[in-house]
């Protein structure tokens, strides 16, 4: 019922920038929290940035002051702003949202774009 669409992703040299975007869709009666994970070759997923409803943000210590994230609850979208990116930074990025579906909520995850950053 609920599918959440990633875009952003791509090819980058060290120091540049993207802005990853992931739009939920479908039968939604509201979004606690989204946020973004990554998992590179050979490693467990680990979390990037959450945003909760009503703002509040936690970063994991490796992006913080390059990453920013942020959220637009009249679209449903969640935006991650990446900056001075660096090769370790390249990984497969997945949204995530935790959404109220009726009386019940539900963790749903992106299909994951993939972003790489050369030397």
């Known amino acids: 019922q609920v599918q959440l669409v990633e875009s952003g992703g791509g090819l980058v040299q060290a120091g540049g920038s993207l802005r990853l975007s992931c739009a939920a869709s479908?039968?939604?009666?509201?979004?606690?929290?989204m946020g973004w994970y990554r998992q590179a070759p050979g490693k467990q997923r680990e979390l990037v940035a959450i945003i909760t409803g009503g703002g509040s943000t936690n970063y994991a210590d490796s992006v913080k002051g390059r990453f920013t994230i942020s959220r637009d609850n009249a679209k449903n979208t969640v935006y991650l702003q990446m900056n001075s990116l660096k090769p370790e930074d390249t990984a497969v990025y997945y949204c995530?949202?935790?959404?109220?579906?009726?009386?019940?909520?539900?963790?749903?995850w992106g299909q994951g774009t993939q972003v790489t950053v050369s030397s």
């Open positions: 995530n949202a935790d959404v109220v579906v009726g009386i019940y909520g539900y963790d749903y």
């Open positions: 479908g039968t939604i009666f509201s979004i606690n929290a």
